[in-house]
């Protein structure tokens, strides 16, 4: 089958959907699909290349000329919440060569092919990694708190607190336009869990849709140079390990207010980047906290190895987060915010704790309690590997490709 994939990123542009994209298309490519990606241009990186039998297309829209008048980032570009004329012309440049079957689309370069759908003669299949169905934030809160529905006026000084007025009010109004237009072209939205389908009201819209995962690949690509690199780094072993963006939502204050009550702890290593919100790190690290930034996967998974267990103490509604999964992978219990779709992965007393979300003194006795018991974290440890393996790629790409076969005609 002939796919195409769209995402405004791709590795080496570092962020959970990127990095969820390369995996997908790579296992994809490697059942003998025939998989390219769409993407933009950073840069510094080539305009085409081939990546593990995936061919990866780079391209810029007009907006990212102008260096994202409306949406910026210094290390990353962003397709805007509407068609973007240029990228629209390149996406169809390509798509008449390539053909594809099925698009996959896991973010905003989304709107750009919307206008192209229907004589592209594809099927439209659109990942929901986040709650941008339904807000111009992706994040479904407003105050700091979970929102509780779009309403006009509330939306506009939201996002006017988040992009600027005058990014905000643009924001909003196509975010709208183009969730109309999406609701009625999409064949089929892949939810990443029970919770991001309910923040997307995909149920009360009556679209169609099938609730698959996130996943982590069985085998660890080598990094050359890792042991010297990176994985020297690290505190020995044993340490307690948080991977993710450095962001309030994320919930690392809350995690270094809990790590600075437990006495005699072992190191907490905090592995992530920053986005355009950030820094979220205070400017005085408590002790024996030690933070990297930007780490290759690979480099991450090595860390993972040599940790005691995972943290997710985030204070959103986290949609489906690979950190939990990768803790898991390797065999660490994971504590995590009774939130979102982290109660789709953790089971509590069994594979890891789930706490009330933004509650250091849970967060702390958490913690406490799995570091003063080697024989339970082993247990919840093993319990954890053990469930890993229904989020394995083996078990969750072949899901995808039901979607794609049954959309395209090939499967009742």
Request: proline share 7%; with cysteine.
């Amino acid at each position: 089958m002939r796919i195409m994939m769209l995402s405004q990123s791709y590795p080496p542009i570092t962020d959970g959907i990127s990095h969820h994209v390369r995996s997908l298309s790579i296992e994809l490519a490697s059942a003998n699909h025939d998989v390219c990606v769409v993407t933009l241009w950073n840069e510094g990186l080539p305009e085409f290349e081939m990546d593990d039998g995936v061919e990866v297309y780079r391209i810029k829209g007009t907006l990212n000329r102008a260096r994202n008048v409306l949406y910026s980032h210094p290390a990353k570009l962003y397709a805007p919440p509407f068609p973007d004329p240029e990228l629209t012309l390149k996406l169809w440049s390509i798509v008449k060569r390539k053909r594809p079957q099925i698009v996959h689309a896991h973010n905003w370069l989304l709107h750009s092919f919307i206008p192209l759908k229907k004589n592209s003669g594809a099927k439209l299949v659109v990942t929901l990694h986040d709650y941008s169905l339904a807000c111009a934030k992706w994040s479904l809160i407003y105050n700091d708190e979970i929102c509780g529905g779009p309403k006009v006026g509330k939306c506009i000084r939201c996002t006017a607190d988040h992009y600027g007025h005058f990014k905000g009010g643009v924001t909003v109004m196509s975010s709208w336009v183009m969730g109309y237009f999406a609701k009625s072209v999409v064949d089929c939205f892949i939810p990443v869990s029970n919770a991001v389908a309910r923040g997307n009201r995909l149920i009360e819209d009556k679209l169609e849709f099938r609730m698959i995962p996130n996943f982590t690949r069985e085998t660890v690509d080598s990094a050359p140079g890792l042991d010297g690199q990176y994985a020297s780094l690290l505190p020995g072993s044993g340490y307690i390990l948080f991977v993710g963006a450095f962001t309030k939502n994320k919930g690392v204050g809350v995690l270094l207010s809990a790590y600075q009550a437990i006495q005699k702890a072992p190191p907490l290593v905090l592995i992530g980047y920053e986005i355009d919100k950030g820094p979220f790190l205070p400017i005085d690290i408590p002790r024996n906290v030690i933070v990297f930034r930007d780490w290759p996967h690979q480099a991450v998974m090595e860390a993972w190895k040599h940790s005691s267990m995972g943290l997710v103490p985030s204070t959103w509604l986290e949609p489906c987060p690979t950190a939990a999964f990768e803790a898991m992978m390797m065999g660490k219990p994971v504590i995590a915010s009774r939130i979102g779709g982290l109660t789709d992965i953790v089971e509590d007393g069994v594979d890891g704790y789930l706490v009330p979300p933004g509650d250091p003194i849970a967060l702390r006795q958490s913690i406490e309690m799995l570091l003063r018991d080697d024989g339970l974290r082993k247990r919840m440890g093993e319990a954890a590997k053990s469930k890993s393996e229904g989020f394995m790629a083996g078990h969750v790409v072949p899901q995808i490709e039901d979607v794609y076969e049954e959309i395209a005609g090939d499967r009742p």
